[in-house]
């Protein structure tokens, strides 16, 4: 018995012995006049377990059976359900093998195969988090997971997330490296399906914000007197599309998507185990058709402002031209132009005045294509070889020989003007008179 139960016991002998009207028992206990009557007729012929309950103590009739709570801890003990919760464990036990059952029934159930175990609730301190903001499409978070997704069945893969901040709206795909280009091919995905957002809030990583290297003279100037630093390859793209770009100074400040990802890197990994995903196709392929129609199902939520923030493309927008590699080139003499290795020769009929020596953008694009605009024009490039250089002749190889000496080579050439008995020239008298006839 309860101290509940024994509280309204003595309230319903005062009533008994007529201390108190019934009313007003049944005032105190917060039930009606008519309940007051049965329990005191059953007072009298009970005694006081009249205010326990009938049911209490027997086995629950909706309590399953000893055969049907082996055969599901039998299910749940494969290697492929390990470290599955109640919840997740659940909705797979209805959806692979038809067995219904809630999941704190099934907590119960875990906890005796020891499959799961209870813990305690402490109180921690309280976190006030960041109010979502008002309207779908004001703020986009923006990250990417890296995590043993497939458990070594596979390849290393990583998860670029998108998630709405108002909505969780979630939007992601799997790759194999966390690269611009990647990063661009789903910033694609977003643009075409929803629109552009308002601003997009991701981390300090490299691929959205420069490293800064500040010079040793400029060390002590304050951030805003500094040189500003050109932006990446995405900080460009947002900037042409329109896009504000926030940098989150922690990983706390960007808690909504730090939360997606535990939720997927538990639920996400046990349903790529379950269908032996292996690849990147399948894993994108359960991805879409599998987990982002239950997460957008079940966790999205509706925003405190129904209208819509995102802004649709407009001719302006060419996502191909924005979402590139773009650089910028100087145009030679011979109006060629020499990108990553190769020389392009722009076409003839787009010569145009101020193009010899100009500067041109020069795009790569997502799917290899290079492309060259001038004036906001673009002109037709083709590939051409390079000229070949110089090459400066080798020299001859050595033959052994010994070269003559100078003073050899010199006495054979002068024809005897030198003695060969090897008396010095001061020392030889000539005959320096002239005639006619030796003139002549």
Not at 35 to 40: D, S
Not at 85 to 110: D, F, M, W
Not at 287 to 300: I, K, Y
Not at 332 to 337: G, H, I, S
């Amino acid at each position: 018995m309860t101290q509940r139960d024994r509280d309204r016991l003595v309230v319903l002998k005062k009533a008994l012995k007529k201390l108190i009207q019934q009313s007003q028992a049944a005032q105190e206990l917060g039930i009606s006049a008519r309940q007051v009557k049965r329990l005191l007729r059953r007072l009298r012929r009970e005694g006081d377990k009249a205010v326990v309950h009938g049911l209490r103590g027997r086995p629950s009739q909706r309590k399953r059976s000893r055969t049907e709570r082996e055969k599901i801890i039998r299910i749940l003990s494969q290697d492929v359900y390990r470290g599955f919760g109640p919840t997740l464990a659940s909705e797979y036990l209805a959806k692979r093998h038809q067995v219904e059952i809630g999941r704190e029934a099934l907590r119960q159930i875990l906890i005796e195969g020891g499959l799961w175990k209870a813990r305690r609730h402490r109180v921690e301190a309280v976190h006030q988090w960041r109010p979502r903001r008002s309207c779908r499409g004001e703020l986009v978070q923006w990250d990417t997971s890296e995590h043993d997704w497939l458990e070594d069945r596979g390849e290393k893969l990583y998860l670029i997330h998108m998630i709405d901040d108002a909505t969780s709206e979630l939007t992601a795909r799997f790759v194999r490296h966390d690269s611009t280009e990647e990063n661009m091919r789903l910033l694609g995905r977003y643009l075409e399906r929803h629109g552009r957002p308002v601003a997009f809030y991701t981390d300090k990583a490299s691929l959205f914000r420069t490293a800064p290297k500040v010079a040793r003279d400029e060390r002590n100037l304050p951030r805003d007197e500094r040189e500003p630093l050109p932006p990446t390859q995405i900080g460009r793209a947002l900037r042409e599309l329109g896009v504000a770009w926030i940098a989150a100074h922690s990983p706390q400040a960007k808690g909504r998507i730090e939360r997606s990802f535990g939720t997927a890197q538990d639920r996400l990994v046990k349903g790529l185990r379950l269908e032996k995903v292996k690849t990147v196709a399948q894993a994108n392929r359960y991805l879409e058709e599998e987990f982002l129609p239950w997460w957008n199902q079940h966790l999205q939520v509706a925003p405190a402002n129904p209208a819509d923030a995102h802004r649709p493309l407009s001719e302006e927008h060419d996502l191909a031209a924005t979402l590139s590699e773009v650089h910028t080139r100087q145009v030679a003499n011979d109006y060629t132009v020499r990108f990553l290795g190769k020389l392009y020769r722009i076409a003839k009929p787009d010569v145009r005045p101020g193009l010899r020596g100009g500067t041109v953008r020069v795009e790569l694009r997502l799917d290899g294509e290079v492309r060259m605009r001038f004036a906001n024009h673009y002109v037709a490039i083709e590939p051409c070889l390079p000229q070949p250089k110089a090459v400066a002749p080798k020299p001859a190889p050595a033959t052994g020989r010994k070269p003559a000496t100078p003073g050899a080579a010199w006495r054979a050439t002068q024809g005897g003007i030198a003695r060969s008995d090897g008396t010095p020239l001061w020392k030889v008298s000539a005959d320096r008179t002239r005639t006619r006839d030796v003139l002549d």
